[in-house]
Each structure stands twice: as structure tokens, then as C-alpha cells.
């Protein structure tokens, strides 16, 4: 397939339909999530880790704009020995910048006027979550128990 200069024309995430009742894309750009940054992507760029980063993208937008949260970040977690989930898919691979070679990053290229998406090891949260007075144990020990931190 062609290159896109617009998306939008081979994406399934622009139309309802009989199956589809989310009107996903019409609510990017008020998201801050850049619609013309995805000229260089073949296909539909939702297709993968895109689709849930955007639907996170979109529910924290949301909470923003209707005031339901003070603040709103979006952080993919994942444990750092985890390479696959940070890995970026050969459709996405023109939204890459060498500083930040991760899906993160390639996200974090499409934003305009949103916070941008942190990246968290469980290793790092877990570390955090040690120094915290009163924290649930059983919750703790269960964690260290089933994944090892």
C-alpha cells in the first residue's frame, strides 16, 4: 500500500458502522494527538500498540477537559527486561527519533499540546512503592513473590 497523506482513508477507527460505534478520530486532535504527523505511516497507525496508547491518550484528555482530574499523565509500565514492549513495529518505524528508539518515543513524536507519555519500570515503581509508610503488604508481598521485585 501507498503511503497516506492522509491516514484517515485506510484507517477502520474513522467510520462507525454496524460494529463499530467509537468515533475514535474525531477526537485526536483535540487530544493533542497530531493527525499530519502519521503522513509518512503505511496503513492504518492504530493498528498495534498505537490503539491502546491513543485510547489512553484520549480518556486522559478527556478527564482534562472535563475537569474530572486535577492532573493526568499517561505511563506505560513494563518490566525492563521487557525490550518487546517498547519495540517499535516496521509500519511506525518513520516516527522514530534515534534519541528515543521505543514506541514511546515514536508516540511522544505525534503529540502536540499534551503531556507527553513517561515510561516506568516495574523495577523503578516498585522501588518507589518500598519507601511508601503504610503500604498494603499483602498487595507487596504478592508482587514480590509472583514477579520477583
Known amino acids: ?42 496503513s492504518c497507525p492504530f493498528q498495534g500498540p498505537f490503539y491502546q496508547l491513543m485510547r489512553q491518550f ?5 478527564l482534562r477537559q472535563t475537569g474530572e482530574a486535577d492532573q493526568v499523565e499517561v505511563v506505560s509500565i513494563g518490566f525492563s527486561r521487557n525490550t518487546k514492549l517498547r519495540a517499535v513495529p516496521p509500519q511506525l518505524r518513520s516516527l522514530v527519533d534515534r534519541e528515543e528508539e521505543s514506541i514511546i518515543g515514536a508516540w511522544n513524536a505525534v503529540l502536540k499540546d499534551a503531556p507527553p507519555m513517561r515510561h516506568w ?28 521485585v
Open 121 to 148: 519500570t516495574v523495577e523503578q515503581l516498585m522501588a518507589r512503592v518500598n519507601t511508601i509508610e503504610g503500604i498494603d503488604l499483602d498487595w507487596r508481598n504478592y508482587l514480590r513473590e509472583r514477579y520477583d
Open 58 to 62: 484520549l480518556l486522559a484528555a478527556y
Open 1 to 42: 500500500m501507498a503511503r497516506d497523506k492522509d491516514p484517515a482513508r485506510s484507517c477502520l477507527l474513522t467510520t462507525g458502522g454496524d460494529r463499530r460505534s467509537r468515533r475514535y478520530w474525531e477526537h485526536m486532535e483535540a487530544a493533542g494527538i497530531s493527525l499530519s504527523a502519521f503522513a509518512g505511516v503505511q
